[in-house]
Nanobody
Framework: QVQLVESGGGSAQAGGSLGLSCGAA????????MGWYRQDPGLERDLVAV???????TYADSVKGRFTISRDNAKNTVHLQMNSLKPEDTSNYYC????????????????WGQGTQVTVSS
């Protein structure tokens, strides 16, 4: 019914920048929250940043001042701009969207992207 497709990521030097984008495909009326999480092997998936439908944002302390999350409600997309990257930002990043309301009247509580690798070298 809904598919999240991520793009961006890749490799960067410490101090550099990368951008991640995620788009939701499907018959979508609205999406409440859009966010980015990251996960290292064997560890839990942690919140990086989330933005609500009305634009309220929350960041993990570790990325405050360096990462910026934004969304385009008309295109059902969310973007994460990552600046001043550090080696500890290296991880697999996942897009997540919550409470996706479809044209069929169904609401999907949560949907995840496939993940994209970000590698930051020192």
């Amino acid at each position: 019914q809904v598919q999240l497709v991520e793009s961006g990521g890749g490799s960067a030097q410490a101090g550099g920048s990368l951008g991640l984008s995620c788009g939701a495909a499907g018959n979508i009326v609205s999406i409440e929250d859009m966010g980015w999480y990251r996960q290292d092997p064997g560890l839990e998936r942690d919140l990086v940043a989330v933005i609500t439908k009305d634009g309220r944002v929350t960041y993990a302390d570790s990325v405050k001042g360096r990462f910026t999350i934004s969304r385009d409600n008309a295109k059902n997309t969310v973007h994460l701009q990552m600046n001043s990257l550090k080696p500890e930002d290296t991880s697999n990043y996942y897009c997540r969207m919550d409470r996706l309301r479809l044209t069929t009247g169904i609401t999907i509580l949560s949907s995840w992207g496939q993940g994209t690798q970000v590698t930051v070298s020192s």
